[in-house]
DNA sequence: TCCCGTTGCGCAAGCGCTTGCGTTGAGCTC
DNA sequence: GAGCTCAACGCAAGCGCTTGCGCAACGGGA
């Protein structure tokens, strides 16, 4: 039932070796021998055994990718295009889910990875403790969050700067009690983004002599209910903004919703901006920061496969994509205040 | 650098057979060895290679999951969901995003899962072609679409009744001219999901002695902007529907956003159903048909690790799961017409 | 004609595990 | 105390490939 070289080998008439070279375009094969042998192994529907491939000559052509929550639109989109790029240059895909703490443990204690790849690409933050384990795998790695990294290459975005172009423009149309829905639980997972939005927000209230108001600060989860719970918070303040920033899309449309729930109308009564320029924020028609999310999945899975290709492993380097401001309907200057 | 089986042994003092035993928890060792044995292989920090163990015992340990798109909101659910359960049982998941006709075909072509997947779980239906390829490897297949197939565990929903639930909600408020948004370009991916809803959709306008109108069953390739395009065409009509059944929540918002692009209001001027219960349907107000997304996934995936547990795999079986309407902002009673 | 460089192919030694079977020795029965 | 069973472990044969090396055969230059 299961077709091996051997098979192939015989039913051509030479030796599994020549097969193996013929299949794989190397030389050492005459021309007629090698369309022979082709003809023969599609006959037969031979495919080789990556197990027994991968054990002999030790690449695997494997890449194992590892993510927090596919489900979300961000890693989806990112681990989408990665994949595309990584197929088509003959690459297996092992995906790796760890969003939760436990499964993210896990993941790092027993390093399934280890001898089963070539190369990993991370879609999420390594802490420095994660980051020796796999660079202990000793091959390529690619990062797609986060800055500049020894060991790795990673492409991502200013985050700060597009924080600030956020902020900079609800600044711009005059308001002056501007809201944050962040999160304040990234340390655990070691993910930066959150304080360095967090950064660009204090940054711009600070250039515009704006005194931050800490009840105004509020954790979202990154999540859209997490959004919608967070702006309801901040509408029960004693002052609620008059604006707010949303470090994701998917908590200004929970914010979003929070607002409608409050009968309160967007941008009218409170402008919000979000980040990701999700999918559907142009649905919605919210102002947000655009980030071209696919790219970088894409650009990432590329610079993978240039040192996978390299005969020399050059790691390090750091791509930064571009990112720029999508104005939609959701901000407008504060109304006048009740005198 | 790379410790083996063998590093582990001598460094033990024992064989190698003795360790793959140890490891494995398998009989024949005594407690004391084995408890040294797992000393010496966490001081080496050794991992058994993959390719070697599946080589040697024909086990992969891992399983193939091939999805279309993995960006799109729910096959990025199911994917999550579905590797946590094979993950916790200690499966890797190979990930295959055949989402093009041209990934597709040469996927179905080169068959790259011959020889390395214990199971695949598939979220696209395979043709009858594709599905004897499928067959052809030899595992447990397990199905997150479609109805009952042999060969094939699969877990689904009822599309024509989930159809059938929107459109009577549409009707029962009283709508007469009800337009849908589904796709006519599902025939090449085989994929029956928009067929099933339309003849849902059909048979309540029969049951309700509607004529139905081929210019309001418009294509909305169940995207977004195909959504949008497709709202767009339908107020295009000489006498635009009251009440649109889309196919997809992602639809169902572009079609939201057509309409406050016409400046028309929902459910004002016209409801709008969706299906999906999209993680932002409630963000939006949109009443839709709500199908348990990650637990399908959870499911086949459950579905798939029994048949790889079996001795005897038992291939076939479908559950259904459940679905239900969920009533919220997007519909209400058409507007009296102008007499 | 002889010699040497190519080219084309086969041989065989692994790669690092798993597993059936054989061996040993301790503990038991009678 | 001889013979038995059985637990605990080692031996070695693969699993299906890859690849360095050896060996013909062939052709061209001297």
Redesign the interface.
């Known amino acids: 039932?299961?077709v091996s070289i051997g098979d192939v080998a015989t039913a051509a008439g030479v030796a599994p070796s020549t097969v193996s070279r013929a299949l794989h375009g190397r030389p050492g094969v005459s021309e007629e021998v090698r369309t022979q042998i082709a003809r023969v192994a599609a006959d037969l529907?031979y495919?080789?055994?990556?197990?027994?491939a991968?054990?002999a000559s030790g690449r695997?052509w494997?890449v194992g990718?590892i993510a927090p929550?596919?489900?979300?639109?961000f890693?989806?989109?990112v681990?989408?295009?990665a994949?595309?790029v990584l197929?088509a240059a003959g690459f297996?895909?092992?995906?790796?889910?760890v969003?939760s703490p436990a499964?993210r443990k896990r993941f790092f204690e027993?390093?399934?990875l280890?001898?089963?790849v070539d190369g990993v690409l991370s879609l999420l933050l390594p802490t420095e403790a994660e980051a020796l384990a796999l660079r202990?795998l000793?091959v390529p790695l690619s990062l797609v969050v986060g800055g500049p990294r020894p060991g790795f290459t990673t492409v991502g975005i200013d985050d700060r700067r597009g924080a600030e172009l956020a902020v900079r423009h609800l600044v711009n149309l005059g308001h002056r009690r501007i809201g944050m829905i962040g999160t304040t639980a990234a340390a655990p997972l070691n993910w930066t983004t959150p304080s360095e939005r967090r950064a660009g927000y204090l940054q711009v209230l600070h250039e515009a002599r704006i005194a931050p108001d800490p009840r105004l600060d509020v954790d979202g989860r990154y999540t859209?209910k997490g959004g919608?719970q967070a702006m309801t918070a901040l509408l029960a303040t004693r002052q609620p903004p008059t604006a707010v920033f949303a470090q994701s899309d998917e908590m200004a449309?929970?914010a979003?919703?929070a607002l409608?729930l409050h009968r309160l109308r967007c941008p009218e009564d409170v402008s919000v901006v979000g980040f990701d320029d999700h999918?559907?924020a142009?649905?919605?028609?919210l102002t947000t920061v655009a980030q071209p999310v696919?790219k970088q999945g894409a650009a990432a899975a590329r610079l993978l496969l240039d040192q996978l290709a390299a005969p020399e492993p050059t790691a390090g380097g750091y791509v930064q994509m571009p990112i720029s401001l999508v104005l939609r309907e959701s901000t407008a200057p504060p109304r006048p205040q009740p005198a």
């Open positions: 039932m299961a529907g495919t080789a055994s990556r197990s027994a991968s054990l695997t494997t990718v929550y596919v489900g979300r639109w890693f989806g989109e681990l989408d295009s994949e595309e197929s297996d895909v092992l995906l790796y889910n969003g499964a027993r390093m399934p280890r001898k089963r202990s000793g859209v919608e449309m929970g979003l919703r409608r999918e559907l142009e649905v919605v028609g696919a």
